[in-house]
């Protein structure tokens, strides 16, 4: 329902422009969401999309401008005047600012701030002195402060003076007068309380914040705990020095689980949307680790080739490979994707390794022995093999079941104990193990049970 409605926004949008009622299109613009508007301004053509934003109603530019992509984004940007630039630039949240400047290209950042406002040029050189991925690199410096000696009535009229210029006034923070935090006050307290009230006096002062250089994903952890709207972040004395917003949270979340997924995939993180990537850019994204698993396969080559009499003796093994390395590679697959999500949500942590593995291997036991049973059956009935084959391939497909769910579930978590990502450990790099792992144990069980 709400795609037929985004639609249908757009094609009003579009005709509108067509048929140049600007006047109109500018009326129903305000009546728009500002995410509305960017997304039917993304399917538009670049003359279309830099026509309709100069359209736009300059008190809603710069919202509608930080909901588009970063490519839209740039082509708006470098097609502006310098000083219509900066103006864009001024009006937008630091935080947003920050995520514009960092992919632009650093003559275009160097010429946008000459033109910004002192205070702008201030508050992004901040932010940019914090490490990629940290909280102080995506926190926003427009939040709503309050001395411990303020009444309701000053803050209020704070609020009243400034809140427009605030990323949010639902949570206002209380300083001291060498601004550390020391507590956080509700709009709606200042709101239901008396005028003449101190702030020090009503403010809640166990305040739960973040540090300027905690990581992005222990920031959402962080979120998801408290459920917080917004969040302070503060330095090495605890002074507060911006907040986060949930708003920026979902956007980590988002960019946290693709980055996970791609590398689960055998894929290097892309920060494009697919329609956006080139061909060439894409190939360069996956080559690395194709390359790299096809070399690590010629392993099992080597296995096959070393076992030749064994498969040339019982040709009918041969029919069963596929299998053994498929079933392994799919239970290795699936306990590593359950650790990594555990790992990444702070479910699980090395401690629990021992936990971990006698789960796993309890599981494995079980799977292994309903799939050998039931291919035990397949193998006498339908394909008439000895008793001797069907137990070969049997006990093969238990034994690689509790190996690859052992390997599953351990390379994980040493990965993240010595530093390396989880998500790299994933199904395509176990797999691979597990292939090879899988096909000593089928020709060392052929060899001691057929004799061959």
């Given at each position: 329902m709400?795609?037929?409605?985004?639609e249908?926004t757009?094609q009003?949008?579009?005709q509108?422009?067509?048929e140049?009622?600007?006047?109109r299109l500018?009326q129903?613009?305000a009546?728009?969401?500002?995410?509305d508007i960017?997304a039917a301004?993304?399917?538009m053509?670049e003359?279309?999309?830099?026509?309709m934003?100069?359209i736009?109603?300059?008190?809603m530019a710069?919202?509608v401008?930080?909901?588009?992509?970063?490519?839209?984004?740039?082509?708006i940007?470098?097609s502006?005047s310098e000083?219509?630039?900066?103006?864009i630039?001024?009006n937008l949240?630091s935080d947003?600012?920050v995520d514009?400047?960092?992919e632009?290209?650093a003559?275009?950042v160097?010429?946008?701030l000459?033109?910004?406002?002192?205070?702008?040029?201030?508050?992004?050189?901040?932010?940019l002195?914090?490490p990629?991925d940290?909280?102080?690199?995506?926190?926003?410096?427009?939040?709503m402060?309050f001395?411990?000696?303020y009444t309701?009535?000053?803050a209020?009229?704070?609020?009243?003076k400034?809140?427009?210029?605030?990323?949010?006034?639902?949570i206002?923070y209380?300083?001291?007068k060498?601004r550390t935090?020391?507590?956080t006050v509700?709009?709606?307290?200042l709101?239901?309380s008396e005028?003449?009230a101190?702030i020090?006096?009503m403010?809640?002062?166990?305040v739960?914040?973040?540090?300027?250089?905690?990581?992005?994903?222990?920031?959402?952890?962080?979120?998801?705990?408290y459920?917080f709207t917004?969040?302070?972040v503060v330095?090495n004395?605890?002074?507060?020095?911006?907040i986060?917003t949930?708003?920026?949270i979902?956007d980590?979340?988002?960019e946290e689980a693709t980055?996970?997924?791609e590398k689960?995939a055998?894929?290097?993180?892309?920060?494009?949307p697919?329609m956006?990537?080139?061909?060439f850019?894409?190939?360069k994204?996956?080559?690395p680790?194709?390359?790299?698993l096809?070399?690590s396969a010629t392993?099992t080559?080597?296995?096959?080739t070393?076992f030749?009499?064994?498969?040339s003796?019982?040709?009918?093994?041969t029919?069963?490979?596929?299998?053994l390395m498929?079933t392994?590679g799919n239970a290795?697959?699936?306990?590593s994707?359950t650790?990594?999500?555990?790992i990444?949500l702070?479910?699980?942590?090395f401690?629990?390794?021992p936990k971990?593995?006698w789960k796993?291997?309890?599981?494995?036991?079980i799977?292994?022995f309903t799939l050998?049973?039931?291919?035990f059956?397949?193998?006498?009935?339908?394909?008439r093999?000895?008793?001797?084959?069907?137990a070969?391939?049997?006990?093969?497909?238990?034994?690689?079941?509790?190996a690859?769910?052992f390997?599953?579930?351990v390379?994980p978590?040493?990965a993240k104990?010595?530093?390396f990502d989880?998500?790299?450990?994933?199904?395509p790099?176990?797999?691979?193990i597990?292939?090879?792992?899988?096909?000593?144990?089928?020709?060392q069980?052929?060899?001691?049970l057929l004799?061959?």
């Amino acid at each position: 329902m709400e795609m037929i409605q985004e639609e249908r926004t757009g094609q009003e949008i579009k005709q509108l422009l067509d048929e140049k009622q600007y006047t109109r299109l500018r009326q129903r613009a305000a009546e728009l969401n500002d995410a509305d508007i960017a997304a039917a301004m993304e399917e538009m053509e670049e003359k279309d999309l830099l026509k309709m934003f100069r359209i736009l109603p300059k008190s809603m530019a710069a919202d509608v401008f930080s909901y588009l992509e970063v490519e839209s984004q740039q082509f708006i940007i470098t097609s502006l005047s310098e000083r219509d630039a900066a103006d864009i630039i001024d009006n937008l949240m630091s935080d947003d600012a920050v995520d514009l400047l960092e992919e632009m290209p650093a003559n275009v950042v160097k010429k946008l701030l000459a033109g910004a406002s002192p205070d702008t040029r201030r508050d992004i050189n901040h932010l940019l002195r914090y490490p990629e991925d940290s909280a102080g690199s995506i926190m926003t410096v427009e939040f709503m402060d309050f001395k411990e000696d303020y009444t309701v009535a000053d803050a209020i009229a704070k609020i009243r003076k400034t809140g427009m210029d605030s990323e949010t006034i639902n949570i206002c923070y209380v300083l001291d007068k060498k601004r550390t935090l020391v507590g956080t006050v509700a709009l709606r307290y200042l709101l239901l309380s008396e005028p003449d009230a101190i702030i020090g006096e009503m403010m809640h002062e166990n305040v739960i914040s973040l540090h300027t250089l905690m990581d992005q994903e222990e920031v959402a952890r962080q979120f998801k705990k408290y459920d917080f709207t917004s969040m302070p972040v503060v330095d090495n004395e605890n002074r507060l020095v911006g907040i986060i917003t949930v708003d920026d949270i979902m956007d980590i979340m988002e960019e946290e689980a693709t980055e996970d997924i791609e590398k689960m995939a055998a894929i290097v993180p892309s920060d494009k949307p697919y329609m956006k990537t080139g061909v060439f850019e894409t190939w360069k994204k996956r080559m690395p680790w194709l390359l790299l698993l096809m070399i690590s396969a010629t392993f099992t080559g080597r296995i096959i080739t070393t076992f030749e009499g064994a498969l040339s003796a019982y040709v009918v093994l041969t029919a069963y490979i596929p299998m053994l390395m498929d079933t392994g590679g799919n239970a290795g697959g699936q306990a590593s994707v359950t650790i990594i999500r555990s790992i990444s949500l702070n479910d699980i942590a090395f401690p629990d390794l021992p936990k971990v593995v006698w789960k796993e291997l309890r599981v494995a036991l079980i799977c292994g022995f309903t799939l050998a049973a039931a291919n035990f059956c397949k193998l006498l009935w339908f394909d008439r093999v000895s008793m001797m084959v069907a137990a070969v391939v049997c006990l093969t497909l238990l034994v690689t079941l509790v190996a690859a769910k052992f390997i599953g579930c351990v390379l994980p978590m040493l990965a993240k104990k010595i530093g390396f990502d989880p998500a790299v450990m994933a199904s395509p790099f176990i797999t691979t193990i597990v292939d090879a792992v899988s096909l000593l144990t089928y020709f060392q069980i052929a060899t001691a049970l057929l004799g061959i």
